[in-house]
């Protein structure tokens, strides 16, 4: 399914720390959803949100926050990933699907792992063939009762970067 990170622990908390802050820098909206890490392994990461400035007028979380952490979520999978490995690329949403289930009331998360068809290997091999590759992830919302509040199934792509 996946492939454990060649990166050491604390390298790698030190570089997803680095990936947060580049996020809440360059990309407004996750400064002003005030976006951080929760937790994060080879296979997961987790980005969190307080309610308060992610909240619509019924007092719950607003769909377009719900959305946005969890393509922010998968995104910095990937981005995560191909950062550790060296890989210099852009990294878009190809495709997306969410689904509302269920009103979230208080602060939240997006958990963001590989779908199950998909694969780090695969996604590296073609990466280095083409120097592009795509990767489908499963992001969720967890809700009160453990059941996902929100669900976001995408396609990232990968591209080189000219001259890399």
Not at 47 to 65: E, M, R, T
Request: aromatic content about 6%; proline content about 6%.
């Amino acid at each position: 399914m996946s492939t454990s990170s060649p990166v050491p622990s604390r390298a790698r908390d030190a570089t997803a720390e680095a990936l947060v802050q580049f996020i809440r820098d360059e990309i407004p909206l996750a400064r002003a959803m005030d976006l951080h890490l929760d937790t994060h392994t080879p296979d997961r990461l987790s980005l969190a949100v307080p309610l308060a400035p992610n909240v619509n007028d019924k007092g719950c979380a607003f769909g377009g926050s719900l959305v946005s952490l969890m393509t922010l979520a998968g995104w910095a999978l990937v981005e995560l990933a191909l950062r550790e490995r060296g890989e210099e690329c852009d990294v878009f949403v190809g495709e997306s699907t969410v689904r509302y289930l269920a009103p979230v009331w208080s602060d939240f998360r997006a958990d963001a792992v590989l779908a199950p068809e998909s694969d780090w290997a695969t996604f590296f091999a073609t990466l280095a063939a083409r120097g592009r590759a795509r990767i489908e992830v499963s992001c969720a919302v967890p809700g009160e009762d453990g059941k996902p509040a929100a669900t976001l199934a995408a396609r990232f792509v990968a591209k080189r970067r000219s001259g890399c």
